[in-house]
C-alpha cells in the first residue's frame, strides 16, 4: 500500500528521536551519526526496529544531516544507501502488523541563505538534490523534510524534492516559544507556501514540548487543507548527573498527543527524547480514535517570509507604485540600476497602509528577469510584505516565483488558451495566487456577462492543472469612463456576479477608470468605493492617495470590518485634509526625507535597509564629522531600533 492511501482512513504513527537513542548507544559529541549506518548498521538496524515494534508506521533513515556540504558524493551515496538498507531491514524484523514505511529524512544543511547568511538558493535547492537522488532510487516510500527554521532553506528543500523524485514529500519546521520560525515566519505562512507547492502533509516538529507548541498546532489545524504532523519534543531538556532528560514522560506525553488526534492532527510521532516507550503510549491511547476527516480548505491565503495575507471580508490595497508606466523618474531608476529608490516607494508603500506590493519592472532596454529578481531580492531583504509579481515575460515571471520567499500573487493569466498553457504550470509548480483577466483572444468583451463566460473558462482551465477556485483572483477590467459611460457599469456588475454567484475572488486596478479625467482621485475613489460594495476583494491602488484611503478606511468602518471603528480614527486624521495630500506625487528617494521625527536621515536609511543611501549618507558626514562620533550618535541608536 503507498503512504498516501493509508494516510487517507488512518492516523499515521511516526518514529522519535532517533538521536537520543544514539546517543545512548555511544554517539560521541560532535561525531556524524550519518557514518554510524556504515560503522554501526546492528545498532541503526536495532533503533529503526523498536520504533516499529512500538506501532511506528514512519521510520525516518538516519539521515538527518546527509549532504553534501559535509560528505563527498561517493560517501554520500554509501551512507544513504546503508542508511535505507539499514530501514529496511528493521522493517522485515519486526514484529509489529502494521502497515511499515520508509522515509528519507532531510534537514538542514545548516548554512543560512541569502540575505541572512551566504548561501544562495539555487545552490541550496542543488544540495538538496543531490541528497534526494541519493535516496529515491533506492526504495524510500517518502520524503520527509524536518527540523526547518528557515522558510526559504524550507522551499530549497522542497523545490529540489518536487524537482528530482515523484514520491510524497511531508515537511515539518520546528518553532520557537514565540510561534514562528528563526527567521520569522507564521505557520499560517508556512501553510501557504507549502501547500502552494503540493506538500502532502505539513507540521511542526522538535523545538518545545506537545503543550508548548499547542498554538502553532491549532494554526496549522485552522488554515491547512492537507494533513497536519506533529513531531514534539519530550518538553524541555535538563541536565542530571551529566546526563540530559526531559520532564515530560510518556503517559502525560500520550495523553496530550491524544489531545491533537481528537483535534485533527492526522500523523504523529516524537523528537528529542521521545523513545519507543513514548510512541507505543501514544499508539495505545489513540488506538480508539477515528481519524478526523482533513477538511477542504477554501482559504484564499497569500505570504511572505514572515506572515500570510488572507482575502476574505476586508478589502487587501495592492500598492502599485513600483512600477515605471506613467512613472518618469521610476524608469530612470531602473535604466541607472537605482535600487534604493525602488526601495524607498516599496517603504513609503507600506507606511501608508498597503498590505502587497505589486512589482513590475517591465522596460524594453533592461534585462527584465534579471532586475526582477534583483528587485524581488532587496524589496525582500527589506519589507515583509507579501508581493505581487507583474510581467508578461514568462522568464522573468518563472525566474521571480522560484526565488520568491513565500507565497506570491502573479499578474497575470487571461482567458487566452496560450497564456493559460504558460501561467498555470508555474502556478501548479510553485504556487501562487493569480490575477485572471476576463479577455481572451477577441480582446475585452463590453457586457458583463462575456466576461463572466471569460472567467468560467478559466475556472475550467485551472481545475485541468489542479488549481482550485481558491488559488484565482479575477480582475473584470477597470476601462475609462471618459470614452465609455458604460464601462463603469459594465466592470461592477461582473464583477459582483463573479464574487457572488462563482464565489471566487476579485481584484481591479482602479486608477484606469478615471483615465483622462481631472482630478482623478476623486472619481477614483468614488468608483473604488462602489467596487467594494460590489464585492472588491483586492484594489491595485496608489496608497499616497488621500481619497482612495479615506474611501478604504469609511467604507470598512460602515461595513462592520472595522471592529470599534479603531482603524478609521487611529488613520483617518492624515487624511482628513485633501489639500494637503499630493496623490499623484512619488516618494521622495528611499523616504527618508518624509520621516524626519523618527531620527537622521542616515539612522532612517540604516533603520530601513537602504544599503546605497546609508553609504552615501555617512561618506557625506565624514566630511565634517567625527567617525566615532557618527557611529555613537547615528550608527549605534539605528542598530538598537533595528
Known amino acids: 500500500m503507498k503512504v498516501l492511501d493509508y494516510l487517507k482512513n488512518h492516523i499515521v504513527y511516526l518514529d522519535g528521536g532517533t538521536g537520543t537513542l544514539l546517543q ?5 559529541p560532535g561525531e556524524l ?7 554501526h548498521p546492528d545498532v541503526i538496524t536495532d533503533i529503526h526496529k523498536a520504533y516499529y515494534d512500538a506501532g511506528t508506521n514512519i521510520i525516518c533513515t538516519n539521515t538527518f544531516g546527509a549532504n553534501s556540504l559535509k ?4 560517501e554520500l551515496d554509501t551512507l544513504i544507501g546503508a542508511a535505507i538498507e539499514n530501514a529496511n531491514r528493521a522493517r522485515e524484523l519486526s514484529s509489529g502488523k502494521q502497515e511499515k514505511f520508509i522515509a528519507l529524512d532531510i534537514s538542514s544543511v545548516g548554512k543560512l541563505l541569502k540575505p541572512y547568511g551566504d548561501l544562495d538558493f539555487e ?12 535516496g529515491a532510487v533506492k526504495g524510500v516510500d517518502l520524503i520527509y523534510i524536518e527540523t526547518m527554521s528557515d522558510s526559504y532553506d524550507t522551499k530549497a528543500a522542497l ?8 514520491l510524497p514529500v511531508f515537511v515539518s519546521n520546528a518553532y520557537g516559544e514565540d510561534g514562528k520560525l528563526m527567521t520569522g515566519a507564521s505557520p499560517s505562512a508556512m501553510v501557504a507556501m507549502l501547500e502552494g507547492m503540493r506538500a502532502d502533509a505539513i507540521g511542526a516538529n522538535c523545538s518545545l514540548g506537545p503543550e508548548q507548541l499547542r498554538g502553532v498546532v491549532e494554526e496549522y ?9 506533529f513531531k514534539p519534543n519530550a518538553g524541555l531538556p535538563r541536565s542530571v548527573d551529566g546526563q540530559t532528560v526531559y520532564d515530560v514522560f ?20 516524537g523528537c528529542c527524547g521521545t523513545t519507543p516507550e513514548y510512541i507505543a503510549a501514544t499508539v495505545k491511547k489513540t488506538a480508539d480514535l477515528k481519524p478526523v476527516e482533513v477538511k477542504a480548505g477554501n482559504r484564499t491565503l497569500i505570504s511572505s517570509y514572515t506572515h500570510a495575507v488572507e482575502f476574505k471580508d476586508s478589502p487587501i490595497l495592492i500598492g502599485e507604485r513600483i512600477n515605471p508606466t506613467g512613472k518618469k523618474r521610476f524608469k530612470e531608476a531602473l535604466r541607472n540600476n537605482d535600487i534604493d529608490y525602488i526601495l524607498g516607494e516599496g517603504i513609503t508603500q507600506q507606511e501608508k497602509g498597503a498590505h502587497v506590493l505589486d512589482v513590475n519592472v517591465g522596460l524594453p532596454e533592461i534585462d527584465e528577469p534579471e532586475m526582477l529578481k534583483k528587485v524581488m531580492f532587496e524589496l525582500q531583504s527589506i519589507i515583509d510584505l507579501p508581493l505581487q509579481i507583474d510581467t508578461t515575460d514568462i522568464t522573468a515571471m518563472e525566474t521571480a516565483l522560484r526565488r520568491y520567499n513565500g507565497k506570491a500573487m502573479i499578474n497575470s493569466v487571461n482567458g487566452k488558451e496560450e497564456v493559460m498553457k504558460e501561467i498555470f504550470p508555474l502556478v501548479k509548480k510553485y504556487g501562487g495566487l493569480v490575477v485572471c483577466l476576463t479577455l481572451d483572444e477577441d480582446g475585452i468583451p463590453e457586457d458583463a456577462e462575456k466576461r463572466v463566460e471569460i472567467a468560467k473558462k478559466i475556472i475550467k482551465t485551472a481545475a485541468e492543472y489542479g488549481i482550485e477556485k481558491k488559488d484565482l483572483i479575477f480582475d473584470t477590467l477597470a476601462m475609462t469612463v471618459s470614452a465609455d459611460p458604460g464601462a463603469a457599469l459594465a466592470t461592477l456588475k461582473a464583477l459582483n456576479i463573479i464574487r457572488n454567484q462563482l464565489g471566487c475572488h476579485t481584484s481591479l486596478g482602479v486608477s484606469n477608470i478615471s483615465f483622462g479625467l481631472p482630478n482623478r482621485d476623486i472619481i477614483t475613489a468614488a468608483f473604488f468605493t462602489l467596487a467594494m460594495e460590489n464585492g472588491l476583494s483586492a484594489a491595485i491602488m496608489n496608497p499616497n492617495s488621500a ?4 474611501s478604504y478606511y469609511s467604507f470598512r468602518a460602515l461595513h462592520g470590518i472595522d471592529n470599534n471603528c479603531t482603524d478609521y480614527i487611529e488613520n483617518i486624521g492624515r487624511y482628513a485634509s485633501a489639500a494637503a495630500a499630493d496623490a499623484g506625487a512619488a516618494a521622495p528617494q528611499g523616504s527618508v526625507a518624509a520621516d524626519r521625527e523618527s531620527g537622521s536621515d542616515l539612522q532612517r536609511a540604516i533603520v530601513k535597509g537602504l544599503k546605497e543611501q546609508a553609504a552615501a549618507l555617512t561618506e557625506e558626514r565624514l566630511k565634517s564629522e567625527d567617525p566615532l562620533e557618527i557611529v555613537t550618535t547615528q550608527i549605534i541608536p539605528a542598530l538598537d531600533i533595528v
Open 547 to 550: 481619497e482612495m484611503m479615506k
Open 123 to 134: 545552490d541550496a535547492v542543488g544540495i538538496y538534490a543531490k541528497t534526494v537522488r541519493a
Open 159 to 166: 523545490l529540489a524534492a518536487k524537482e528530482n523524485c515523484d
Open 33 to 39: 551519526p550519518e557514518r554510524w549506518n556504515v560503522t
Open 71 to 74: 560528505f563527498d558524493d561517493h
Open 250 to 269: 510518556p503517559e502525560e506525553f500520550s495523553d496530550i498527543m491524544r489531545e491533537y488526534v481528537q483535534a485533527g492532527v492526522r500523523i504523529v510521532g
Open 221 to 229: 489545524l485552522e488554515y491547512a487543507s492537507v494533513p497536519v504532523l
Open 24 to 28: 545512548k548507544r555511544g554517539l560521541k
